[in-house]
């Protein structure tokens, strides 16, 4: 079971594809970032999550940090994750029972960037819905008029860096 509480390390530095790693950033200069609620930001560094879907979409293209948002999102936000198709795909990805969900993903870290993506494209998420495997689809939300947004890993970092998020993207600056 993947714990986030300290009983077990974060994942630590993750290097994908040779794609994924020719994509350059100059770490002095400040990166576009976007906020995600967990457990789909740990989703996303830990690679089970390759899609971001969103109801706006972005001309930018590139790195992008993933910050795990350090509220838990309103009842009525990520209604998806009270669905048991969710919470068992969840527990099946984290290796545990769907009775310790709950405090796994509450020990998820929060307020700080899990990892770098590179964002590849976007489509609109009914052109693409067919094409998107199972997992994929339990794990985002592809209603008509909303955006997939595709992308590959390309660094999960040591620790989570505490950051300070926001809406939309945003400019992260790397220690």
Known sequence: MISFDGRKPWPGTLKTSARADQVLHDPSKPMKAIS??????????????????????????????????????????GASRYSLEFQQELASVLGCRLEQLPAVVNDMP?????????LTHIETASTVDSDIPLREKIFGNYDAGRFAWFTELIEVMKEPIKAKGNRRLWNWQRP
């Open 36 to 77: 995600l609620w967990q457990p789909w930001a740990t989703l996303m560094a830990l690679n089970f999550k390759k899609v971001e879907t969103r109801i706006w979409e972005t001309k930018y293209r590139g790195p992008l940090a993933i910050h795990a948002a350090q509220r838990v999102p309103f009842t009525f936000l």
């Open 110 to 118: 929060r307020g700080a960037v899990l990892c770098i993506v590179n």
